[in-house]
């Protein structure tokens, strides 16, 4: 279904949101001079940010540290008051803090926890069932349902300061669906995780979506987890919206290259090569010579076939280059 | 009309009678936790315990030692001093088992680390929940002692004691109870706008030392202050007065004052705090 015909479920006019901060000089004098003469001066964390989110679709929010990601996130779930702009979620104002609307949404921070830390988790799953008034019934099967699709079931019974920073992550997601949250945030949910546990949970995350419809925002500094999870992304730097739509219009509108790998069949001159692109890498992988060239997107294809011709090559291979660089070259060209 | 408007209230009747099992039901939940963490440390309990009675009996020297000088104080004698000190110590015993550790760790971590916000996001509120995120069952244990020298005391002074003043004392009691809660509120809304807002808290638990003799004993100001600021004297003066047969309207004015006082500040001040608020980066 096209967007425009959908209502959305989060909505976000002119958003803004501003910190007074003091900057103090350093030093002892410094100190003494705050005391009776401080200089103030406004952070602008958010700075006019526009966008709508549809039901069920899984939005990547992504910045460098300090954009106004988390700041965005608090905002929508109510924790920050804006200093400007119109904020809906689910047809709430979040910062009315209005328990119907609490019920109806979950905000996980990667760096922070609910869990009880000297209890096992399980404790703190029974304390959220009686605050969000969760029907013992439908408590029983959506734990069921979680602690299946996390693998989590022996570790329950387990003090929370005894469990592993992938194990306590599995938990605090448990804990924040228990009640099926129909909008869904994750603030840097695999953080500090091994890839293995990331992996884990970027499946549990595409599967929870799947099954239960829920929208999610997420931001992450691993590329890998929007790549993986996000169909649109949002790129945001210093407070401002810098892209906003499909991953893959990101790749069209930014990445300027292509990634071509081949293998020879006998040694090449580097010099010949860099005829037809930008040499990243050279070398020998066991009896073949291996090399890697940036080549213009639009020719690639017609360089490609060029070399084919020229070279004696055993194998080609044409990539897009990673997300990441891509998203380096956004900064940068936004910064320019 | 009047069938539509009955059905209202029982609706309203009904939903307040939910709301209060709700919010029961919440209290419970972290009491078990609270239980259950306190279990897991078992030994800090007991030496918690232990430091808590070696303080009270601190308390009970001096007041001995103050009566060895003296047969009366502010019109009160030793029974009904003790009548006080006990009265204080319930109230005091209840305020520490059930919210005084929730507003202080509030107060000293939960707005510096943002921790807060877990606390905001939930469909509970905040104030309630974090005032009882921290029991401390062990004061529970005070509690009950200084209920039995209470109970003794008051069967010294049972002359003075009628059914309506023992009432009067409950209400007062509870009363006193509201208006401490309110005032924590007060001093832990301060946190909202001030880093070292745990100091105010600290004076107020350390005033409370101070304060379950009679309020007459001090110069006008103090009393004033332990009245209205540092309402200590609502815990064991003014309801133990009453008790005794020896309350005044001005008493009663003044209570119910500061009642509606604390109320409409803390009230204030937590929802000014609230819209203050600006949690921790990440």
Not at chain 1, 84 to 89: C, D, L, M, P, T
Not at chain 1, 237 to 265: C, E, M, P, T, W
Request: charged fraction near 20%; glycine fraction near 6%.
């Amino acid at each position: 279904m096209p967007q425009s015909s959908r209502t959305p479920i989060i909505s976000i006019q002119g958003l803004k949101k501003y910190f007074k901060v003091y900057r103090k000089e350093p030093g002892l004098w410094g100190s003494i001079k705050s005391l009776w003469h401080r200089e103030y001066e406004e952070v602008k964390a958010v700075d006019d940010i526009s966008f709508d989110i549809y039901p069920g679709e899984v939005v990547g929010f992504i910045g460098q540290n300090g954009a106004g990601k988390t700041t965005t996130l608090k905002v929508l779930s109510g924790l920050l008051y804006p200093s400007e702009g119109q904020v809906s979620v689910l047809g709430y104002n979040p910062w009315d803090r209005k328990p119907e609307f609490q019920k109806q949404f979950a905000l996980v921070m990667g760096q922070k926890n609910q869990l009880w830390w000297d209890l096992p988790a399980m404790e703190t799953f029974l304390l959220n069932k009686a605050i969000y008034e969760i029907p013992t019934a439908q408590f029983g099967k959506t734990l069921d349902k979680l602690v299946d699709l996390l693998d989590v079931r022996d570790i329950l019974n387990i003090q929370v300061r005894k469990l592993s920073l992938g194990q306590r992550m599995k938990c605090e997601l448990i804990a924040a669906l228990l009640h099926n949250p129909k909008v869904l945030f994750l603030d840097e949910p695999t953080i500090g995780l091994d890839v293995v546990m990331q992996k884990v949970l970027r499946d549990f995350i595409k599967q929870y979506n799947k099954e239960f419809g829920a929208t999610i925002i997420l931001t992450s500094h691993y590329m890998d987890d929007v790549k993986e999870l996000c169909e649109r992304a949002i790129i945001i730097d210093k407070g401002h919206k810098i892209f906003d739509g499909r991953l893959q219009s990101i790749i069209d509108k930014y990445a300027r290259n292509k990634i071509l790998s081949l293998v020879f069949g006998e040694k090449v001159s580097s010099k010949e090569l860099a005829k037809y692109g930008q040499v990243k890498e050279l070398g020998e992988d066991g009896t073949a010579l291996t090399a890697t060239l940036l080549v213009p997107r639009k020719h690639a294809a017609k360089t490609a076939a060029k070399i084919l011709e020229k070279f004696p090559v055993q194998d080609v291979n044409i990539e897009e280059p990673p997300i990441e660089a891509i998203i380096r070259e956004v900064f940068q060209t936004k910064n320019n | 009309m009047d069938v539509v408007s009955s059905q209202q209230k029982l609706r309203k009747y009904g939903d307040l009678t939910m709301r209060l099992g709700y919010y029961l039901k919440v209290f419970g939940q972290m009491a078990k936790l609270a239980l259950a963490t306190i279990l897991e440390y078992r030994v800090d309990a007991v030496v918690r315990s232990f430091y808590m009675f070696a303080y009270i009996s601190g308390t009970l020297l001096l007041i001995n030692t103050v009566f060895t000088q003296t047969n009366f104080l502010g019109g009160f004698d030793y029974n009904e001093i003790m009548l006080m000190y006990a009265s204080m110590m319930v109230m005091w015993a209840l305020m520490e088992t059930f919210f005084f550790d929730g507003f202080k760790y509030f107060v000293l971590y939960d707005i510096r680390n943002g921790d807060f916000d877990k606390t905001l996001i939930k469909p509970v509120n905040p104030l309630f929940l974090l005032s009882i995120s921290k029991f401390r069952i062990e004061s529970a244990l005070i509690g009950v002692v200084m209920m039995c020298v209470f109970l003794y005391y008051a069967s010294l002074n049972l002359s003075s004691i009628t059914f309506v003043s023992a009432v009067i004392y409950l209400g007062f009691f509870i009363l006193g109870i509201y208006i401490h809660y309110r005032v924590f509120t007060c001093y832990a809304s301060l946190a909202f706008f001030m880093t070292k807002a745990s100091q105010a808290l600290r004076t107020l638990q350390s005033a409370s030392d101070q304060c379950f003799y009679p309020t007459i004993i001090y110069p006008w100001p103090v009393g004033l202050v332990f009245f209205t600021l540092l309402p200590i004297a609502l815990a064991a003066y003014v309801p133990v007065s009453f008790l005794l047969n020896r309350g005044s309207f001005l008493l009663l004015g003044g209570t119910l004052l500061v009642a509606i006082g604390s109320t409409l500040l803390s009230s204030y001040l937590w929802k000014m705090g609230l819209q203050q608020y600006s949690s921790a980066s990440s």
